[in-house]
């Protein structure tokens, strides 16, 4: 009876030896390379027929990338694994209007080269809650001198305060600004996005451009015409626009681009005292 015992351990113990030795006869030795799927990245084992994986995660999907053909574009920051992403690009009537709000965090840089007098402007504004930064960049495309200057502004209550940079101090004044905020805000907006540029009527969509296209011109102020209108949306909010300025009989194209939700203000402490 011993004897059986002893001889059915042993096979049992084979059996399972055996039985290791079929999933895994050998030491594991995972590629170097990624292997992937849709969802997760890994290290397949070299072995033939061995299923054995190495650091089998998820993908670490980054901030995406626009396209040329208007997709987003993901990349996994670990195996470089890229996943593309339709953007909505039309806006309906009923989307139109809240497409222009740009929220209370923004950031607009908008750039325009004066193809005579060889200057190109660069203004870029930020929100970020009730704090603003705007800075005025002109840059000679010629001998490439710039010259820049910023300032900031904040909301507190219902005060408007201005930080307005001084040349020769190098410093901030902290200024009242007595306009009511409401109005300020409007007026700040107005700068950037005129109201005719807001309706929606004058625009057609151009399915190859993925814009809302306006041929005609637009305003025909005494001294300028605005022409060729483009604007872009991204999944329901105005992300760029373009547009000709005619002055003169000189044609100054401009462009913008808008981004939301990562501006970030810090205001000046290097102030000018009193
Ligand atoms: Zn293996
Ligand atoms: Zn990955």
Redesign the pocket.
């Known amino acids: 009876m011993k004897k059986i015992v002893t001889m059915l351990l042993t096979v049992c113990l084979l059996l399972s030896a055996v039985a290791a030795f079929a999933s895994c006869g050998h030491e594991h030795s995972f590629k170097s390379d990624?292997s992937?799927d849709a969802t997760?990245?890994w290290h397949a084992c070299d072995g033939k027929d061995c299923t054995e994986v190495s650091e089998k995660?998820?993908?670490?999907w980054g901030d995406p990338v626009v396209n040329e053909a208007k997709e987003k574009v993901y990349t996994?920051?670990?195996?470089?694994?890229t996943k593309t992403e339709a953007i909505k690009t039309t806006v309906t009537a009923d989307e139109w209007t809240a497409a222009f709000d740009l929220g209370t965090n923004w950031k607009i840089t908008f750039t325009a080269t004066h193809p005579v007098y060889h200057q190109t402007m660069t203004i870029m504004q930020m929100r970020d809650g009730n704090k603003f930064h705007c800075k005025e960049t002109m840059k000679d495309t010629e001998s490439g001198a710039e010259e820049s200057y910023e300032d900031f502004d904040e909301i507190v209550g219902e005060q408007w305060y201005g930080y307005r940079y001084d040349r020769e101090q190098d410093k901030f004044e902290k200024v009242t600004v007595t306009d009511p905020v409401d109005e300020r805000l409007a007026s700040m907006m107005a700068d950037y996005l005129p109201e005719f540029i807001k309706d929606q009527d004058t625009y057609t969509y151009d399915e190859a451009k993925k814009a809302y296209v306006a041929d005609e011109i637009l305003a025909d102020e005494d001294y300028a015409d605005i022409k060729s209108v483009a604007l872009y949306f991204e999944d329901g909010k105005l992300v760029a626009l373009e547009y000709v300025i005619v002055m003169e009989e000189t044609e100054v194209p401009y462009s913008a681009t808008f981004t939301y939700g990562d501006a970030s203000v810090t205001l000046p402490t290097n102030l000018i005292e009193g």
């Open positions: 990624w992937k997760h990245h995660a998820e993908h670490t996994c920051s670990v195996c470089s694994h």
